[in-house]
Each structure stands twice: as structure tokens, then as C-alpha cells.
């Protein structure tokens, strides 16, 4: 199976003077199938974001150095100079964000701003691109496409928007969508059909997809390899059925411990993961989560886990929940 | 769980929002009917969850219970007295009663006041100062209560996490010993393995006090888990109220119904053979809300006429338990399966006046608010 994206020991750090640098992603390396949805799951500052953000290259130059390898096609994203990557931004590769009222430009148009792909990435002009424009909009499930386009984008609702920006996303056909926390700002029953649509787009148009989240539900129903994220590593990966199933990891167990289900009876208490994000530990010789984690060790503070695969499981841990707990 | 008589008892309540158009006349030209005539009553040391999406009014509904907003019309009965009818000192003092929780626990604790000068804030307004020493006490056992540090008093809103600061928030709400809190979105802030902590402690602290909790949330189950009874609410009304386990067991509005089924469950097995119920189309905006059920314009189980032009009232259906209510007229034959659900073709949302007028489209009174 030849991999669609190889993201290799990819490392993000911000560097500030006369301080030390945060390490905001550290040695994440995962592959992406043509035509498979992978899952990059974790909580606020786990550097899942970032990581969406390394791939598309849109991190700022100043300030941020970039490490490891992000192959697409045999050719390295992160050595491409800025014209060839903006020639394959949006072609091969696009990105749905979370906020589709400060990712679509206010000012213009949304028809403009689908039609400026088309014209950029497929030469398109004029009434052609305008029509083109229309009928994805329509894909997408916007009712009354012709005269949505010349609508702003705050005269269109939330989930509207969203349909919006997957719809600029989708112009080109890209091979991989990356799609961050698409439905995070959205109600669910919105949500439900923003991702009812990705998945119906991605098994229609072939492309491979991404997907970045916090929710684990929505990983649940959409994913088939999840990655999860702790303090910018990926502390474990499964097929999604044996990770929900069988959690390894102390801190994906306890994660999907904690969170309130709607199919369980209510007013158990819930298991809570005790502490915070900033008790973390420097990954450089510990375990960032041993200060939370309740299967803690004394080696979990001492060294440093390194990651295992067995039997298509990634793990990284000294003490993982045993197999068949239950 | 309904003893004796209920401490907060909720008739009518409607709160219309002036939609005001120009500079000099300043002339209302609609109203924004953000809450329409909502009815409940909670009892005490019950849990009450209101659930809804973006817009549906239940942030104002719980502020206007509260007496933070004006309400247009109705009653807010709070153990024998009528909130709505009062005024200056009076409201004031009441006001020790009922407190609330806020979601963003950084906008809502002022960032230059120390801890222990936000918690005795409001212990000193209400008079219930009892010297330093006592006080010194009290405070220690406030930050103990919430699992908080004692060094936290002196420290500042900054220096904790965001799950620390939805502490704070809820020491401070418990500083004045009130019997009602309202917490808007008390988690949805916060990291989810953060929320179980949080959600965890107000469940204590229930227990521990004896509160009564009227929880508001769009995370259908955060509420489900924390309280006993939930009401649903769509576009100002609501449209089911039931005990939380039968609301799941059995959820009889078509609203509910598609709610429950629109909220991811982490377990891959389950989402691979759901069946859900998706809804078309958007929250028709609050300002021009559809006639007859204000659901039917997105309703599968829509009937022609009935649905279009009468408003269903909150009853009981036969073979129902008597605490559950449900606002659609076709209740019954919808859940003998009797009526199928149909196609819903989406009607795009028109504005209603002059495009800009009004949030044109659904606004949540938390997004007018902080407009």
C-alpha cells in the first residue's frame, strides 16, 4: 500500500529570544491512504492544529522551525519554495478551519471567493467558472445556489458557511482534505450533517481525509485510523474499532472514561483524568502525562516512553492499561 | 422528587427583545421573541436541565429567571414570591438566593481582583460578613469546598486554568449560600477531560448543600448526566420535558428526537448502525418565528395544516408517565409508528426585514450580547 501523505518525525517549535523553545509537536509521524480518513484527536495545546497547520505550510516563516518530513507524491512538502506550494494549496491539497466567518473573507462575495479557485488552479473565467461555482454550491447542499453567490458571508447561517468553505476546499478535487475541528463552532444537529456531508464527499470524490478534533464521538463514526495527541506526540494509534474498544493508553482510557455518554445511565460520577494540561512533564525524560495518569510509575517520571507498534497499535507508555481490562 | 411545593415555579415567561431601527425616532420595528411562553417548575434540590441549540433562548431564560434581563410577560414564582414583581432593595436582597455560574469563567471574573476579594464581594454586600477571622474561615473552607489550594485566595484569575477558574466562578456563586444557581454552559469552555471534574464537583456539592441547579447546556449529554429532569427548547418554547433517563428511553417530539440522534457517541460500533434523524435547513431566525409549531419547517413528521397553523401546548400523551410533557400534535401516532417520517425539502431562510436589520439569522442572545 503506497501512502497518499508520509508525515516523518515531523517537530514544530516556536522560538522566542533569550527563552527556550515550545515544542508545540514532537516527532509526529503518520501516513494517510489515498482515500482513508484519519483521525488526529486531543485536547487544546496537544498540537493537533499545529500539525494541519505544518502540513498545508501555512505557519508563519519568522519565529517557527519546522523539522521532519512531509511526503506527498514522493516530494517533500517542506522544501517546496512558496510558489510551488501555493500551486498545490487548494489543487492537492486544502483545508476546512473551524471559523468559517474569519476564514471566508467579509467583503467579498462568497461566488468570488469559490471562483477564484477555479480561475487560479483550473483557468476558469467569466459565466463558465460561474457555473461551476453554482453546482457546488448545490453539491454541497446550499439551497438556492445562484443567487447564494452573490451573497456576503454574514448573510449566511453557521452550518451555511461551513458548506461554504468545504465547498472552496472541494473546487479543485483535491486528493486530501484537511479538515480542523470543522464542526466544533457548529449545533449538532448542524454538526450531523456538516460531517454527513464530508463523508458523503470523501467516499464520492476519492480524496483522503484528515480530520482534527477534540470530540472523540466524532471521531467514533468517521475515522478508521485515529491518532491520539497528548502534549504534541502521539501517545496512541489504532483502527478505530479496537481503540474505542480497547483502550490502551492510561490517558485515551481515561479520556473516554470521563466524558458523559448519552447511552449511560445518568448521575454516575463520572471518572475525571485529575489535574490539567499544565502539569505536564517535558517529554525529554518523562512521560508528559505521568503527572495525571493514574497507572503512573516510578520510570514514567525518570524516562522518557518511546513509541511501540504491535499488531497495527501504535503505543507510547511504560505501564499501559492491560489488554483485557475491562 | 416533587415533595412539596416547587422552589422556583415559571408561568408564561416571554421575553421579547426591541429590534430598533433608526437615529432620531429610534423606531421598534420587530421584536426578537428570544423566550415565548415557557413554563416549569423546579423542586428542591432537584437538577433541572435546560438543552437547546444556538438561539433557542435558553440563556435568556435562564437570565431572566434570574431577573438579569426584563421579562415581557409572565411570573417567576421563587419560594412563594414573585421575583417578577420586584423591585430596588427588595430584588437586591432576594438576589442572595439565586445565583448563576457563567461559561467563560475568564470574562466573568474581573481580572484585577484577587480571589479572596472576589469571593467576599458579594458576602458583603449581602451582610453576611461576620469579622475577619470568621470570614478568614469561611473563605478557607469556599476554596476547600471546590478543591482549590488555600494559597488561591491571594492569587488572581490569571494564574489558574481554565478548570480552576470555573471553580473560582463556583465558589463566588456559593460565597452568598444561595439555594438556586443557574449555571449557563458551566463546562462548554472548558477541555474535556477537565469537564468530568467540574461536572463532578457541582454533582458534589449538590449532595453536600442541598442545592437546586438549574443547569443550561447545548451538550445534550452533559444535561442528561447531571440532571433529573430536562426540557427541551426550540426557538423560544419548550417543546418536551421529561425525566432524563425517560427522555432518552423515550423521546417523543421529533426535535428530541433528531437531537438525540445528531450527538456523536464515542463508540464506533453504535455509530455504524445508528439510525439518525437528519434535520434540513437552519434555525428559522427568532425575530419571524414560523406560525403554528415553530418546528414544522423542519419537521419529517410534518402533517399538512394542523402543524402550519396551531401552536401545540406541553401535555401529557396516554401511556406516558405523568412528568412527562411534549408540545406536537401528532405525539401519539409518532411514536406507535403509525407516522412516518417524510422528506423536508429546505426552504432557505429569508430575511425577514430589510437585509441587516436584524441578525438576520439565528443570533444567539449570547452572541447579541457580545456584539
Same mark, same amino acid.
Given at each position: 500500500m503506497t501512502a497518499l501523505l508520509e508525515v516523518r518525525d515531523l517537530q514544530v517549535a516556536f522560538t522566542r529570544r533569550r527563552e527556550p523553545d515550545t515544542v508545540a509537536v514532537d516527532g509526529v509521524s503518520f501516513d494517510v491512504a489515498p482515500g482513508q480518513v484519519v483521525g488526529l484527536v486531543g485536547e487544546s495545546g496537544c498540537g493537533k492544529s499545529v500539525t494541519s497547520l505544518a502540513i498545508m505550510r &501555512?505557519?508563519? +516563516?519568522?519565529g517557527v522551525r519546522v523539522s521532519g518530513s512531509v511526503r506527498m507524491d514522493g516530494t517533500d512538502l517542506l522544501t517546496l519554495s512558496g510558489s510551488e506550494m501555493r500551486a498545490r494549496r487548494g489543487r492537492d491539497l486544502s483545508m476546512v478551519f473551524q471559523d468559517p466567518l474569519s476564514s471566508l473573507n467579509p467583503v467579498i462575495p462568497i461566488g468570488l471567493q469559490v471562483t477564484e479557485v477555479l480561475r487560479r488552479h483550473r483557468g476558469m473565467a467569466g459565466d463558465k467558472a460561474r457555473q461551476a461555482a453554482a453546482e457546488l454550491l448545490e453539491r454541497v447542499g446550499i439551497p438556492d445556489p445562484r443567487r447564494r453567490l *452573490?451573497?456576503?458571508?454574514?448573510? #449566511?447561517?453557521g452550518g451555511m458557511r461551513q458548506r461554504a468553505l468545504i465547498a472552496i476546499a472541494l473546487a479543485c478535487q483535491p486528493r486530501l482534505l484537511i479538515a480542523d475541528e470543522? $464542526? $466544533? +463552532?457548529?449545533?449538532v444537529t448542524i454538526q450531523a450533517q456538516i460531517l454527513g456531508l464530508l463523508s458523503e464527499l470523501v467516499r464520492e470524490t476519492g480524496a483522503a481525509l484528515i480530520m482534527i478534533t477534540h470530540d472523540l464521538g466524532v471521531v467514533a463514526g468517521l475515522c478508521e485510523a485515529v491518532n491520539v495527541l497528548y502534549g504534541g506526540r502521539i501517545v496512541e494509534r489504532a483502527q478505530r474499532h479496537r481503540l474505542f474498544a480497547t483502550p490502551r493508553h492510561p490517558y485515551t482510557h481515561g479520556l473516554l472514561r470521563s466524558i458523559p455518554r448519552l447511552d449511560a445511565p445518568p448521575g454516575e460520577e463520572l471518572e475525571a483524568i485529575r489535574g490539567s494540561v499544565v502539569d505536564n512533564l517535558p517529554w525529554a525524560h518523562a512521560c508528559a502525562f505521568a503527572p495525571r495518569c493514574p497507572r503512573a510509575i516510578e520510570t514514567c517520571t525518570e524516562v522518557t516512553p518511546v513509541a511501540e507498534t504491535s499488531g497495527g497499535r501504535l503505543l507510547r507508555c511504560h505501564n499501559p492499561v492491560p489488554a483485557n481490562a475491562e | 422528587m416533587e415533595t412539596s411545593e416547587p422552589l422556583l415555579d415559571v408561568r408564561d415567561l416571554a421575553v421579547h427583545f426591541p429590534i430598533k431601527r433608526g #437615529?432620531?425616532? *429610534?423606531? $421598534?420595528?420587530?421584536?426578537?421573541? +428570544?423566550? *415565548?411562553g415557557v413554563s416549569l417548575h423546579i423542586g428542591r434540590g432537584e437538577t433541572y436541565g435546560l438543552v437547546g441549540e444556538s438561539g433557542c433562548g435558553k440563556s435568556t431564560l435562564g437570565r431572566a429567571i434570574l431577573r438579569l434581563v426584563d421579562l415581557t410577560t409572565g411570573q417567576v414564582t421563587f419560594d412563594g414570591v414573585d421575583v417578577a414583581q420586584l423591585k430596588g432593595e427588595q430584588l437586591r436582597t432576594m438576589r442572595r438566593r439565586f445565583q448563576m455560574v457563567f461559561q467563560d469563567p475568564m470574562s466573568s &471574573? *474581573?481580572?484585577?481582583?484577587?480571589v479572596e476579594s472576589l469571593l467576599t464581594e458579594g458576602m458583603k454586600a449581602h451582610g453576611l460578613s461576620r469579622g475577619p477571622a470568621a470570614d478568614g474561615a469561611r473563605l478557607r473552607e469556599l476554596v476547600d469546598s471546590v478543591g482549590l489550594p488555600a494559597g488561591a485566595l491571594r492569587r488572581y484569575p490569571h494564574e489558574f486554568s481554565g478548570g480552576q477558574r470555573q471553580r473560582i466562578g463556583i465558589a463566588r456563586a456559593l460565597s452568598v449560600e444561595p439555594d438556586l444557581i443557574v449555571a449557563d454552559e458551566p463546562v462548554s469552555a472548558l477541555d474535556v477531560s477537565v469537564q468530568a471534574q467540574v461536572l463532578n464537583l457541582l454533582g458534589r456539592l449538590q449532595s453536600e448543600l442541598g442545592l437546586t441547579y438549574l443547569v443550561i447546556a447545548h451538550d445534550l449529554a452533559v444535561v442528561r448526566h447531571v440532571s433529573d429532569r430536562v426540557g427541551v427548547m426550540y426557538l423560544g418554547g419548550l417543546v418536551e420535558e421529561a425525566p432524563s433517563q425517560e427522555l432518552y428511553d423515550d423521546p417523543q417530539h421529533p426535535y428530541t428526537r433528531a437531537l438525540l440522534s445528531a450527538v456523536p457517541v464515542p463508540d464506533p460500533e453504535l455509530e455504524d448502525h445508528r439510525e439518525r434523524i437528519l434535520l434540513t435547513g437552519d434555525l428559522p431566525s427568532p425575530a419571524a418565528p414560523p406560525a403554528g409549531c415553530r418546528f414544522h419547517t423542519r419537521c419529517p413528521w410534518r402533517q399538512p395544516t394542523r402543524c402550519d397553523d396551531e401552536r401545540p401546548a406541553l401535555r401529557v400523551i396516554a401511556g406516558a408517565p405523568a412528568g412527562h410533557r411534549v408540545a406536537c400534535h401528532f405525539a401519539e401516532d409518532i411514536r406507535s409508528g403509525r407516522l412516518q417520517p417524510h422528506r423536508v425539502d429546505v426552504e432557505a431562510v429569508d430575511d425577514v426585514l430589510a437585509p441587516g436589520a436584524v441578525p438576520d439569522l439565528p443570533g444567539s442572545v449570547t452572541e447579541i450580547l457580545g456584539r
Open positions: &501555512l505557519l508563519p +516563516a519568522r *452573490d451573497s456576503y458571508p454574514h448573510q #449566511l447561517s470543522p $464542526t $466544533t +463552532a457548529l449545533d | #437615529l432620531v425616532l *429610534d423606531r $421598534t420595528v420587530g421584536h426578537v421573541y +428570544a423566550v *415565548d &471574573l *474581573d481580572p484585577r481582583q484577587s
